[in-house]
């Protein structure tokens, strides 16, 4: 597609306009050429309108045609075939673009994705599921998605300007990403990666001082609600720990104090946009924060799903804006304190152009030392608060959920734990150690990844490299002929293949992961498991995220021995999955108490209630 108005790149109005000059721009060129032809001019304007209408489809069916020809005599060309092609009955796939839509309302997550896979028979893992005669993408391949993040890197972008359904998602993502890491591309995201990167680095994410703090709290938190006979929404409680941690160790700002505001209590909660949510009586700057920045998250997947015409849905009102003025007002103070404090350094070393080390001051105070544009830092910020709360909190809450569910597994974790550091905090050599614990973590980050899918763009016509096989036994190859074709991939999907993970992979198995025979299954081929992304955007966070999760784990088991779910009784209503989930046999939902659900990040619909019992010794 053609930018023929620049600002549309971040404009979503803008964008619908451009589009729209995209679409009968080509069409008026070809009437007028014809009307030019034929002296239509000297004839009533009516013929020239006609003529305009008719050329129109004319224009259009001509060009799809076109393109599909030419992309199998290409295929054929490379010896490959094109992907396999969802097809429905009506024009442009729209009858399972709406049944896709309708699966998805009711359904566990994916179950859209799945419903498309099913439609093909199951006999393929990439499929193009062509709407509104656009290739998009769906993949549950691993050597596919290996291709896209690592070995073609290159060949695949974060961006894309595809033209009818595929909105590129710096568009669609920019109310609340910006012009932060995740929305970044080339030279830009390069820029972003390398002033981030040494804040992860082994000596900072070894530090386990922020850990200790907050972790302090959470366990005082635990023993009072055990005291009050009362259970906790453990996706909130870890949501603030990894804020609260995450604001001292990046962002150098030990006041966030989360963890010392109420939290929604059993029974009393409402549904919040992703878990639960005080009532609006008892809320707070705290809760508007959540409510606004997980609000907004859940918002874009619509925006995704209805492709690049979604600001026609939002046209008289961005969804985005009033979240976006909360979550900006609520960093705004630590935006404004890092830049003052940058001021305050320049005037104090004067003309020198000294510049900050890199072991100097916080993440925070690099990113506003590059920059004195308030919104870039804002954006920037935001990023990183996203990775360094939701996905960390999302493994801590799912893991426990696991190990409420099962009590063995959970009684053998603990007793690797009090076998090897009974009482006090863990170190890092401490935690190495300990690895049923991070198998228990491996196997809830397959079963439940933080980005559970994520989006490329082809950079220019790929072959992508599938582990399907042709009949002469030869790795098949499938071409996808324009650049800027959207490309989804499911890794929640191909981390729960039989295939590739036997017939128990649906279950939650740590053992797999100290098994010989297992684990030179994964270590052979490690792309069946990239629930931090991998290649060159592999997250930069994910052994602060390993570490974090590691101590906290500790420190809970060593106070507590038992866990029971309380969903059912204690989750606010409309977070218990429908009955007719158990009627999956042999799939996840089947055996599944809450409510797994995708935003930008995995989350469980109304949080995870869980109650506990102080061990005898603690």
């Given at each position: 597609m053609y930018y023929l108005i620049p600002s549309a790149r971040t404009s979503p109005r803008l964008y619908v306009v451009n589009l729209c000059l995209n679409f009968l721009i080509p069409p008026l060129i070809l009437a007028t050429l014809f009307s030019q032809r034929l002296a239509l001019h000297n004839f009533p304007w009516i013929y020239q309108a006609i003529t305009y209408i008719l050329a129109t489809p004319l224009y259009w069916t001509a060009k799809v045609q076109y393109d599909c020809l030419t992309a199998k005599r290409e295929a054929r060309k490379l010896g490959a075939d094109l992907v396999p092609e969802v097809k429905g009955k009506w024009p442009g796939n729209l009858d399972v673009f709406l049944e896709a839509a309708k699966a998805r309302k009711m359904s566990y997550s994916f179950t859209d994705i799945t419903y498309l896979f099913d439609r093909m028979g199951n006999q393929f893992d990439t499929i193009n599921f062509r709407v509104l005669w656009q290739d998009h993408i769906i993949t549950r391949d691993h050597l596919v998605m290996k291709q896209a993040l690592a070995t073609g890197f290159s060949g695949f972008n974060k961006t894309g300007n595809n033209i009818l359904f595929n909105s590129p998602p710096h568009v669609r993502?920019?109310?609340?990403?910006?012009?932060?890491?995740?929305?970044?591309?080339?030279?830009?995201?390069?820029?972003?990666?390398?002033?981030?990167?040494?804040?992860?680095?082994?000596?900072?994410?070894?530090?386990?001082?922020?850990?200790?703090?907050?972790?302090?709290?959470?366990?005082?938190?635990?023993?009072?609600?055990?005291?009050?006979?009362?259970?906790?929404?453990?996706?909130?409680?870890?949501?603030?720990?990894?804020?609260?941690?995450?604001?001292?160790?990046?962002?150098?700002?030990?006041?966030?104090?989360?963890?010392?505001?109420?939290?929604?209590?059993?029974?009393?909660?409402?549904?919040?946009?992703?878990?639960?949510?005080?009532?609006?009586?008892?809320?707070?700057?705290?809760?508007?924060?959540?409510?606004?920045?997980?609000?907004?998250?859940?918002?874009?997947?619509?925006?995704?799903l209805r492709g690049a015409l979604w600001p026609l849905w939002e046209w008289s009102k961005n969804v985005a804006k009033q979240p976006n003025e909360v979550i900006t007002n609520w960093v705004r103070p630590l935006i404004e304190q890092a830049l003052e404090a940058k001021r305050e350094r320049e005037k104090a070393k004067g003309n020198r152009e000294d510049k900050m080390e890199t072991d100097e001051g916080s993440l925070l105070e690099h990113i506003a030392e590059s920059t004195d544009d308030i919104k870039l830092v804002r954006d920037e910020l935001v990023n990183i608060l996203l990775a360094s709360r939701d996905t960390t909190a999302g493994l801590l809450s799912f893991l426990f959920y696991l190990l409420s569910m099962d009590p063995v597994r959970l009684e053998k974790l603990r007793g690797e734990i009090l076998a090897e550091v009974s009482t006090g905090s863990p170190t890092y050599d401490d935690i190495r150690r300990l690895k049923y614990l991070r198998a228990c973590l491996n196997e809830t980050l397959r079963i439940f990844p933080p980005v559970p899918y994520n989006t490329r763009f082809t950079a220019g016509p790929s072959l992508l490299r599938t582990a399907e096989s042709n009949r002469d036994g030869s790795t098949k190859s499938l071409?996808?002929?324009?650049?800027?074709?959207?490309?989804?991939?499911?890794?929640?999907?191909?981390?729960?293949?039989?295939?590739?993970?036997?017939?128990?992979?649906?279950?939650?198995?740590?053992?797999?992961?100290?098994?010989?025979?297992?684990?030179?299954?994964?270590?052979?081929?490690?792309?069946?498991?990239?629930?931090?992304?991998?290649?060159?955007?592999?997250?930069?966070?994910?052994?602060?995220?390993?570490?974090?999760?590691?101590?906290?784990?500790?420190?809970?088991?060593?106070?507590?021995?038992?866990?029971?779910?309380?969903?059912?009784?204690?989750?606010?209503?409309?977070?218990?999955p429908p009955e007719a989930w158990k009627e999956a046999n042999g799939q996840r939902q089947a055996v599944e108490q809450i409510w797994p659900a995708a935003g930008v990040t995995l989350y469980s619909r109304g949080g995870i209630w869980i109650s506990m019992k102080m061990a005898p010794s603690a």
């Open positions: 993502l920019y109310d609340l990403f910006g012009d932060g890491i995740f929305n970044a591309d080339g030279a830009e995201w390069k820029a972003h990666h390398a002033l981030t990167r040494p804040f992860f680095a082994r000596e900072r994410i070894t530090d386990h001082e922020h850990f200790e703090k907050y972790s302090n709290k959470v366990l005082e938190i635990l023993r009072k609600r055990v005291q009050d006979g009362e259970s906790i929404d453990v996706q909130d409680l870890f949501g603030r720990f990894t804020l609260d941690a995450a604001g001292e160790f990046l962002f150098g700002v030990p006041d966030f104090n989360t963890l010392d505001l109420p939290l929604p209590r059993p029974g009393k909660s409402t549904l919040g946009p992703k878990g639960s949510s005080m009532p609006e009586t008892e809320r707070n700057a705290y809760t508007d924060f959540v409510n606004a920045f997980e609000g907004f998250q859940v918002a874009i997947v619509p925006r995704g071409y996808v002929p324009h650049a800027h074709t959207q490309m989804r991939y499911a890794p929640m999907l191909m981390q729960t293949r039989k295939d590739l993970w036997g017939e128990d992979a649906v279950e939650f198995r740590p053992e797999r992961w100290l098994e010989k025979e297992s684990l030179a299954e994964i270590t052979a081929d490690p792309f069946r498991f990239i629930p931090f992304n991998a290649g060159p955007r592999i997250c930069l966070g994910q052994n602060f995220a390993y570490n974090q999760a590691s101590f906290l784990t500790v420190r809970i088991l060593q106070a507590f021995d038992s866990f029971q779910l309380r969903q059912r009784e204690d989750a606010p209503p409309g977070s218990i």
